[in-house]
């Protein structure tokens, strides 16, 4: 499931209109908790997001905060907001009726803060994305960072950049190890497609992300914005669609947006 939040600012005197200037870590806490006030509309024993219980892995992902142009300036290590609107995609893979979920978000709140400042916003509008997979080769747009690493000799995480030359293998090979602990298993012809993915170069920008900023030479994460062609089996596409590209989907990287 995709959905669009249309996100209000809230205007009483509770709330204000400044965010982190690196919000991530705090707009993480707010999607939990804002996924935790849907799951307690949902009359169901089931979970909303479909998540791996050995590892705990939540397909999940979602954008970054879309602010208008011109919505928004920079006060020292502050985001002003100008714009009483802004949008936020979420991509979550659930085997339940999309349409009923995605109206238990409507006039839901969603809060941004820490302890200098806060922002609150209501959601007005809640629209379902289009997911439908036509073809085996599908063109797609980073909404967050994409974040790809390898181990080294020394066992160590490297960042893996799309130029790189494993960037192809490493992105197949961590959605395929997704898509089989999710299902417990992969189609055996899956094993031998040609797989084939090809990335936009002028397209390529490093992305840097602080998820704790007190801590910031343990947490910084790189990333890249991109675009890139992938020629997969259209359920492993829709996959990756609807749960994210890459690693660390759940904290919000790898998020896409097919480009038509």
């Known amino acids: 499931m995709r959905i669009k939040l249309t996100l ?46 050995r590892r705990r892995l939540k397909l999940l992902t979602f954008s970054h905060l879309m ?15 100008l714009s009483n609107q802004l949008g936020l995609v979420l991509n979550i893979y659930t085997k339940l009726p999309e349409e009923k979920v995605a109206k238990l978000f409507e006039n839901q709140m969603l809060r941004i803060y820490d302890a200098n400042s806060r922002a609150a916003f209501w959601v ?57 602990e999710a299902y417990k298993n992969i189609p055996n012809d ?13 397209t390529v920008k490093p992305r840097k992300v602080y998820i704790k900023t007190e801590n910031p030479s343990q947490s910084l994460i790189s990333g890249y914005d991109c675009k890139f062609k992938l020629h997969a089996p259209k359920e492993l596409l829709k996959f990756g669609l609807q749960s994210g590209f890459g690693k660390k989907n759940s904290m919000g990287f790898g998020c896409v947006e097919a480009i038509q």
Request: glycine residues 4%.
């Open 190 to 202: 899956w094993l031998s497609y040609p797989y084939k993915l090809e990335v936009v170069p002028d």
């Open 8 to 53: 209000n600012l809230a205007t009483d005197r509770r709330n204000g209109s400044m965010l982190p200037l690196r919000y991530q870590k705090n707009l993480l806490a707010g999607i939990g908790a804002l996924l935790r006030e849907v799951e307690k509309e949902w009359d169901s024993a089931n979970e909303i997001i479909t998540t791996v219980h």
């Open 124 to 180: 007005s509008k809640v629209k379902l994305l289009n997911e439908s997979v036509e073809d085996e080769t599908m063109e797609f747009k980073t909404l967050s960072p994409l974040v790809m690493s390898r181990k080294d000799n020394d066992f160590d995480d490297v960042v893996v950049s799309p130029t790189d030359s494993t960037f192809e293998k490493s992105v197949v090979n961590n959605l395929l190890e997704k898509y089989a």
């Open 67 to 81: 602010l208008p142009f011109g919505g928004w300036r920079i006060e020292e290590d502050r985001i002003k907001l």
